[in-house]
């Protein structure tokens, strides 16, 4: 079943949601990785890449990669690894496995 694909008043602009993704992020000089993606205001959550790197010295300045779940309703945040996305994605592409 598809959800009209309206906006409803108040719903965060790209800044909100940037502002908060990074904030919640846990790499040092976190930014975008992508464009915004947003899901039809009937679910009210948006995703979006955030990349940046490891601060932990073990990581060697490594650079990585986390998706932001943005709540549009509580404008909060969820972040979550997702180096692994990328790599498995191409690999599968690829053709190799």
């Known amino acids: 079943m598809t959800r009209p694909q309206h906006r409803q ?10 502002k908060v993704c990074v904030a ?3 790499l040092r000089d976190a930014r975008p990785g992508g464009e915004r993606v947003d899901f039809d205001d009937w679910i ?15 990581m060697h300045n490594q650079r990585g990669r986390e998706q932001c779940l943005f709540d549009r309703r509580t404008r909060t945040a ?3 690894d997702a180096d692994r996305l990328i790599a498995r994605t191409a690999l599968a592409l690829s053709g190799s496995h």
């Open 78 to 80: 969820s972040v979550s």
């Open 44 to 58: 009210g959550y948006s995703v979006l890449s955030i990349v940046g790197h490891y601060p932990q010295p073990q």
């Open 9 to 18: 008043p108040g719903v965060p602009t790209d800044p909100d949601v940037l």
């Open 24 to 26: 919640a992020s846990t």
